[in-house]
């Protein structure tokens, strides 16, 4: 394969913009620093121009930054390009499916991209091929923390961008200003909340606006803001700042993906959900919470276990101290009074910790170059269907 191969990836709309946010940021890189061909099939065009307003979901195909951007369709009438990429499992339509199976394995490689995890077992998963009909293997491509897995996405310049934005004084005023945001009062802990739906907030939210410190809530949409809404007795409209005390509540829009990252940068708290929001923090090296998508039978309680496990694997005691009580309660809806003030008491040993883990994340190769690399290996193990 060549530079200029063409890149199919697939992505459905499930919800919370996870999967588009995963894809969108995938299929830019591909285009933007390896030079790809890349179109992107969605399912939910309306969905995905939330976080893309560049996005027409009137129009069947559309370039956008780069990207060639199909509606779902659109499969029918389209060859197969180079390389498939179904993210998260997503199921091609029939037609182009046998397509890509007549394709073959030296003109094709086709791989599925699964859900980032933390636990062990992906390691001996990932770049597993799994037989198809017409002799060509679909690979398994597992994100992960370690080297043993397929990596983040991470654009080459993500964290000069991060690092030369908060070197700039104005840089953070004007992102702020850019959401309509009123600049935080002094000495007051900035929150990223960008959570889903959880029960017992009201007490947190009373400690905060009864506390000596101020704290600003950037309340993100999505179910949280419901919550948040029926302690205030008030909608608290897109754009819309209130005060309870010590406490103030701005809700936010929905924003393009680079706007989100600077908003991250901007905190001092993150608060983040499922995958994609949750690989950003990491990046932005701040202090996080990490809501992890709940499953039933507790399964989401392993996975989080699991990442505790290399996250604060060489972290000292009052970093664990901190953000193992405060994770899990946030993660199990309980109190979250007492181990939010721990975590806040503790908030300078986080930030050289996330700062720590960022660069040991960072010393890996990224999602997409390794996701190339193994575009072009020769595949030669099998497992199962």
């Known amino acids: 394969m060549n530079q200029r191969d063409t890149w199919d990836l697939f992505c459905h709309v499930v919800d919370n913009f996870g999967d588009i946010g995963v894809g969108w940021r995938l299929a830019r890189q591909l285009a933007h620093e390896h030079g790809r061909n890349v179109r992107l099939f969605v399912d939910d065009l309306n969905t995905f121009r939330v976080i893309c307003p560049q996005i027409n979901p009137r129009l069947a195909q559309q370039s956008v930054d780069g990207v060639q951007v199909f509606n779902w369709g659109r499969q029918l009438q389209l ?6 990429v179904e993210l998260f499992g997503c199921k091609l339509v029939p037609a182009f499916l046998e397509r890509v199976q007549q394709r073959g394995a030296e003109r094709l490689r086709w791989f599925n991209l699964e859900h980032l995890s933390a636990e062990p077992w992906i390691e001996g998963s990932h770049l ?4 198809q009909p017409g002799g060509i293997n679909k690979l398994f491509f597992f994100p992960g ?3 043993a ?3 983040l996405i991470r654009e080459t310049d993500l964290l000069a961008r991060r ?5 700039m004084p104005a840089a953070r005023r004007i992102a702020l200003r850019s959401l309509s945001l009123p600049p935080p009062p002094e000495h007051a802990t900035t929150v990223v909340l960008f959570s889903y739906a959880r029960a017992r907030l009201e007490s947190w939210l009373q400690g905060l606006a009864t506390a000596d410190r101020p704290t600003v809530l950037w309340i993100c949409p999505g179910p949280i803001i419901e919550a948040v809404n029926d302690w205030l007795h008030m909608q608290l409209l897109t754009g819309q ?3 309870r005390g010590s406490l ?5 829009p929905f924003m393009p993906q680079e706007r989100f990252d600077e908003l991250l940068w901007a905190a001092d708290v993150c608060i ?4 994609d929001s949750f690989v950003r923090a990491q990046w932005a090296a701040r202090p996080m919470v990490w809501h992890i998508y709940p499953q039933q039978d507790g399964v989401h309680d392993k996975k989080l276990d699991a990442f505790f496990d290399l996250y604060l694997k060489d972290a000292t005691a009052d970093v664990r101290d901190a953000i193992i009580p405060l994770w899990t309660a946030w993660n199990r809806n309980l109190d979250l009074d007492s181990a939010w003030s721990e975590f806040v008491t503790a908030l300078p040993q986080l930030r050289r910790h996330a700062r720590t883990w960022c660069n040991r994340l960072a010393s890996q190769p990224d999602l997409a170059s390794q996701l190339l690399t193994a575009g072009r290996a020769k595949q030669t193990q099998t497992v199962p269907l």
């Open 272 to 275: 983040v959900r499922g995958e």
């Open 145 to 147: 923390f370690t080297p």
């Open 128 to 131: 597993k091929p799994s037989p």
């Open 79 to 84: 060859e197969p390009g180079d390389v498939v």
């Open 241 to 243: 700042t209130t005060v």
């Open 163 to 167: 690092d030369a934005w908060q070197a």
């Open 248 to 252: 103030t509540l701005c809700a936010l």
């Open 149 to 151: 897995t397929g990596g």
